[in-house]
């Protein structure tokens, strides 16, 4: 059974950082494309960031400069650092996972977790 666990969602000031975690059990993050999506209330879901088998990261341009996802593949975990938070970056924050890129830009990856939430106060 796949099961990908976010945590370290919560709040922060605008400007702070947070990093938020993904742990997976059932598959390797080593051998699958990785991302975080997040999604507030009222606006469509946005795929943020996502690192592929190889470690190569793609980030959307609302968090380029800003937001680091990495994986550690010994421990089996994706991480989002994430820093200079805005208002705007408050979101439900999902880890998701698949075996190809593609399913992760495309919005449909196989592998879902149930989300952290992470709010920045102006």
């Known amino acids: 059974q796949v099961q990908l666990v976010e945590s370290g969602g919560g709040l922060v000031q605008a400007g702070g950082s947070l990093r938020i975690s993904c742990a997976a059990s059932?598959?390797?993050?080593?051998?699958?494309?990785m991302g975080w999506y997040r999604q507030a209330p009222e606006k469509q879901r946005e795929l943020v960031a996502r690192i592929s088998r190889g470690g190569n990261t793609n980030y959307a341009e609302s968090v380029k400069d800003r937001f680091t996802i990495s994986k550690d593949n010994g421990k089996n975990t994706v991480y989002l650092q994430m820093t200079s938070l805005r208002a705007e970056d408050t979101a439900f924050y999902y880890c998701?996972?698949?075996?190809?890129?593609?399913?992760?830009?495309?919005?449909?990856?196989?592998?879902w977790g149930q989300g952290t939430q992470v709010t920045v106060s102006s």
């Open positions: 059932g598959i390797a993050v080593s051998v699958n494309a």
């Open positions: 998701a996972a698949d075996a190809m890129t593609g399913a992760l830009v495309a919005g449909t990856p196989r592998y």
